[in-house]
């Protein structure tokens, strides 16, 4: 597992031993930035939910993002996460909370919003949505902020929640992305192999 590019490319992320925590695919990581790309330049806030190993969270900082909360409950693998920070050189930017989601989120409420909200909870987990509408009960987001959710393609997810608009959905093998957006709808690029879901709405509407 290895950091795409920016800043800190080529380098090298420790993961734990063992299935408790599940990095996302290296391919379906790519797949998913190539996407991101094309949004506009990296930049502001991050917050890297169910960080694991954070690989996410220090891709975002590699790729020019001011800073990445990253929150995860196991110890040990915030431990993992600091080590990965430092590797990087990315620790400055960074902070690591050893919290659950759910308890993280609530004691954040008016703590500042994000420009990029990053959510890959454990495989086919039941609550995702719940933990989605938690995000925007609690104010992380902003207009025009992102969040992308890695999900199961048995955990179908639902084109609008409030304040949010899906903007893309991915499926590469045994994995799915969404990619929201808060408030208003931004211009996707086009990507072969896409599924636009409100252009794929609207054209069955002409």
């Known amino acids: ?25 290296d391919r379906v990581k790519v797949s998913l930035f190539s996407v991101l790309e094309g ?6 806030r991050v917050l890297d939910l169910y960080a694991g190993t954070g690989s996410l969270g220090i891709e975002f900082l ?20 600091r080590d990965n920070l430092r590797h990087t050189k990315l620790d400055a930017q960074a902070q690591v909370h050893t919290l659950p989601v759910e308890r993280f989120l609530r004691s954040h409420r008016g703590g500042g919003h994000f420009d990029y909200i990053m959510m890959d909870p ?12 938690l995000v925007v009960e609690m104010g992380m987001g902003h207009v025009g902020s992102l969040l992308i959710v890695g999900h199961s393609p048995r955990v179908p997810l639902a ?27 931004v211009a996707p690029p086009t990507v072969e ?11 069955k509407s002409l």
């Open 62 to 81: 590699s790729r020019g993002a001011s800073k990445a909360d990253f929150v995860e409950q196991s110890a040990h693998v915030c431990g993992i996460i």
């Open 159 to 185: 084109d609008t929640y409030p304040s949010l608009t899906r903007i893309k959905f991915r499926h590469i093998g045994d994995s799915c992305f969404s990619i929201y957006v808060w408030g208003e709808r």
């Open 193 to 203: 192999g896409d599924v636009d879901v409100l252009d794929r709405a609207e054209e």
């Open 39 to 44: 949004y506009g330049r990296f930049h502001g």
């Open 1 to 25: 597992m290895r950091v795409i590019t920016g800043r800190a490319k080529g380098h090298k992320l420790k993961a734990p031993e063992g299935l408790g925590t599940r990095p996302m695919l």
């Open 122 to 133: 454990p495989y086919a987990d039941p609550a995702i949505e719940q933990m989605i509408n």
